[in-house]
């Protein structure tokens, strides 16, 4: 007896006649042609924020303490981690890591983590973020795109102060034609293009198709020198079509200072 496929078919039997032909799959990140050359890379990096609330107890030390350690700990093992300070929670912490290989975070991370902070933490599941990183199919250096800046942005000493949020645009928005979601695309890179080139505001951006619990599609990461652009930016966003016609969830929003 031949096994059946979840569409009610027998295996083995889609090669017949009238048989429906299946779509091709590519999963590679495409960018700008290079000397002539289609630019393709099936590499890219992952990025994941977990936020912590930890009570300090005797003999653990502070906040601060767990900050360094936990960073050195994790980056012994060959990823890539800033931890900040909670804004909004005088016990909060944030844990940024990174990897092209999402084992790292199970693997890695998460052991770390729970060795480091111990028994006062407790982690806040609605402020997780999970995301990938992906192309336009414009990006005149793909590698650099993919796998360098976003780590460098992130981890880049001048630039303390961090604003995290998901975001999910309307189905209305896949709707359109490729020329019009261009133009409302442009729109809103024009404004971040602006903030970065002043050294106001500096951007982390994240696919998180199926990886958020949420549905979100997207995480954003806004990193700079000082709060109040970062701030700004997103206020700027609002009057944007995108943002103000195609945006359908944005939040929570995670608000910290690099530590250590």
């Known amino acids: 007896m031949s096994e059946a496929t979840p569409g009610g ?15 091709s799959i590519d999963v590679s990140e495409r960018g700008a042609p290079r000397d002539g050359q289609p630019q393709t890379m099936d590499r890219r990096l992952f990025m994941q924020l977990l936020v912590f609330q ?7 030390g502070t906040v601060r303490d767990f900050a360094v350690t936990l960073r050195r700990a994790i980056q012994a ?7 900040y300070a909670d804004v909004n929670d005088p016990w909060g912490l944030g844990l940024l890591t990174w990897s092209e290989d999402p084992g ?15 028994p006062p933490r407790k982690l806040r599941p609605d402020m997780t973020m999970l995301g990938r990183t992906y192309s336009s199919g414009y990006e005149q250096d793909l590698e650099y795109w993919l796998l360098r800046r976003p780590a460098e942005t992130a981890a880049n ?9 998901p975001l999910r645009r309307s189905g209305a928005f896949s709707k359109l034609e490729p020329r019009e979601q261009g133009s409302i ?20 951006r994240l696919a998180c198709h199926g990886l958020d619990a ?7 990461g806004l990193v700079g020198k000082e709060l109040h652009p970062l701030s700004h930016i997103v206020q700027s966003m609002r009057k944007t079509r995108q943002t103000s016609e195609f945006i359908s969830q944005m939040g929570p929003f995670f608000v910290g200072r690099v530590l250590g």
Not at 185 to 203: C, F, P
């Open 185 to 204: 695309m442009r729109e809103h890179g024009t404004i971040g293009k602006a903030y970065g080139a002043k050294d106001l505001a500096h951007d982390i």
């Open 54 to 60: 930890c009570e300090e107890a005797a003999g653990l």
């Open 157 to 165: 000493p001048a630039w303390p102060w961090a604003v995290w949020y």
């Open 104 to 118: 790292a975070f199970v693997e890695v991370v998460h052991p770390a983590a729970i060795e480091t902070i111990g």
């Open 9 to 23: 078919r027998p295996a083995g039997h889609g090669h017949g006649q009238g048989s429906e032909e299946l779509p």
């Open 214 to 220: 949420r549905d979100n599609e997207f995480v954003i």
């Open 77 to 83: 093992k060959g990823v890539g981690a800033v931890v």
